[in-house]
């Protein structure tokens, strides 16, 4: 089935963008369940990253074609189809080319200070950038799903509360219902600060900018020369620049956590910032919430691969662990609240 697809995928992209391909393999590295990607070299020796996205929004095709012609440092354009579009359809997902720049994620390192500067610098180019009307139209609102990530977490809180006797007879469904138990009083904080603040943002207007979404490391792509390239775009917004530097400032990512020296390397890069911790505290805490609800459902899918359920138990350890998303959510909320 998977070598089917990969066929069918090959002969699309020919036809599609006129690029032979003669090679397609795997990647398996990222955590999007909506995306597939091939690393795929031409018969010209050029190699391409070819993806299939079935998530997020097609405008992140559109603001890294944007950002490239506008000169933005870091970005990487979308290939154009042969009738001038940047992806085609495939089975109702899109099937974009990006021509394939580094093998080198940052979250495998070394990251020097050289990249930790450039980091800061793409993400300021790319809040710098014009919001045209076409992106105002096409981007969404950073944080506005954030209804359905305290609904989807609260269903799941109510799951693992009363689970049903199919999910009893699973170790991993036990495992978790204790894991949310142990964390439930943060969790009522997390959820009722979001709703609250959601509120109270309207009274602290801010400029919105092009924000990529999910800038953390993972995302990241380090070359030689300190240099860097910030790919995989599907979650892009609209948004204060928080939504994105919460993942310098505020540490997303439990098992990579950004050191103070790290953190003051992207801020050189980055120049000059006023950053709103009362909103930066809303940013992370919405991210905490959805990636713990998230998680939490790959993991109890017991149709679901063992081995991808494992991984995505290991993930939701993390979040609640002490440096952990949802433990650092909770002190920003603290910490905010001191400020004010």
Known sequence: MVQDVARQVTEQVRTGFGLRLSTMEPVTSGADQHARLWLAEAADGGRYAVKLSGGGTPAGLVVTAFLAEQGVPGIVAPLRADDGRLSVDHDGRRLSVVPWVSDQRALDGPMTDAHWHAYGEVLAAVHAAPVTDELSRLLPAGGAAYP???AATRATAARLRDPDPADLADPLVTELAGVWSAVADR?????????????????????????????HLGNLLLGTDGQVWLIDW?????????????FVLGGVLAFAPITAEQQQAVLAGYGRTDVDPVRLA????VRALDDLSDWTRQALDLDAEPADRDRAARI????????????????ALRDSDRRC
């Open 316 to 331: 939701v350890r993390g979040l609640v662990s002490q440096v952990g998303l949802v433990t650092l959510a909770d002190a």
């Open 148 to 150: 359905s990530i305290v």
């Open 187 to 215: 969790l009522g904080v997390l959820t009722r600060e979001v709703e609250r603040r959601a509120v109270d943002m309207c009274d602290r207007p801010a400029a919105n900018v092009v924000c990529h979404g999910d800038p």
């Open 282 to 285: 809303w940013f992370l805490a």
């Open 234 to 246: 599907d979650d892009a917004v609209l948004a204060p620049p928080e939504c994105d530097l919460m």
